[in-house]
T-cell receptor, first 114, second 109 residues
Framework: DGGITQSPKYLFRKEGQNVTLSCEQN?????MYWYRQDPGQGLRLIYY???????QKGDIAEGYSVSREKKESFPLTVTSAQKNPTAFYLC?????????????FGPGTRLTVT | DAKTTQPTSMDCAEGRAANLPCNHS???????VYWYRQIHSQGPQYIIH???NNETNEMASLIITEDRKSSTLILPHATLRDTAVYYC??????????FGTGTKLQVIP
């Protein structure tokens, strides 16, 4: 089945540690995205990538880093510089042809930093 | 992308139609209207999109006003599994899609 996988579902880290969240897709989509969601809030865009080896900052990129070495993979690193890293992180992908913005989302990773 | 305004929450009786409104008065000619929903603690799910004509699929119908300044998502026979947060989004491209806080729909037995 085609889709997006994120792992792990739950992640716990100590403050001051970097942590990398995995996102893999087998939909052959060129574009991939990372969002952050806080309780009761909408989604905020962290980073997005339109093509391999290229990515752009979203609205809240500070304290995060990404890489796009393969079309299928778009890992997100939450660095120790991120002030409030505890949140629900969602990865998505989409095609880049035409005006469509239909995004397919993964199940999310809930990160807790103490 | 144009900004959207949605009610914070709505209730709907099970089996009845759920009509979720969205205002997007600043929409431009090349922007589409998209609807997603997010069931608690899951990733958002695409529902439907449209440009200026009404659209229908197996999940829902989308009614867009003639001036395109507002739209309504219709779930024809709401079930308890339709309880979710529904996001109305306006976008002209794939690069950046802004999700607001959406409408929390509660389907009541």
């Amino acid at each position: 089945d085609g889709g997006i996988t994120q792992s792990p579902k739950y992640l716990f880290r100590k403050e001051g540690q970097n942590v990398t969240l995995s996102c893999e897709q087998n939909l052959n989509h060129d574009a991939m995205y990372w969002y952050r969601q806080d309780p009761g809030q909408g989604l905020r865009l962290i980073y997005y990538s339109q093509i391999v080896n290229d990515f752009q900052k979203g609205d809240i990129a500070e304290g995060y880093s990404v890489s796009r070495e393969k079309k299928e993979s778009f890992p997100l690193t939450v660095t120790s510089a991120q002030k409030n890293p505890t949140a629900f992180y969602l990865c998505a992908s989409s095609t880049t042809s035409g005006p469509l913005a239909e995004q397919y989302f993964g199940p999310g990773t809930r990160l807790t930093v103490t | 992308d144009a900004k959207t305004t949605q009610p914070t929450s709505m209730d709907c009786a099970e089996g009845r139609a759920a009509n979720l409104p969205c205002n997007h008065s600043t929409i431009s000619g090349n922007e589409y209207v998209y609807w997603y929903r997010q069931i608690h603690s899951q990733g958002p799910q695409y529902i439907i999109h449209g440009l200026k004509n009404n659209e229908t699929n197996e999940m829902a119908s989308l009614i867009i006003t003639e001036d395109r300044k507002s739209s309504t998502l219709i779930l024809p026979h709401a079930t308890l599994r339709d309880t979710a947060v529904y996001y109305c989004i306006v976008s002209g491209g794939y690069q950046k899609v802004t999700f607001g806080t959406g409408t929390k729909l509660q389907v009541i037995p």
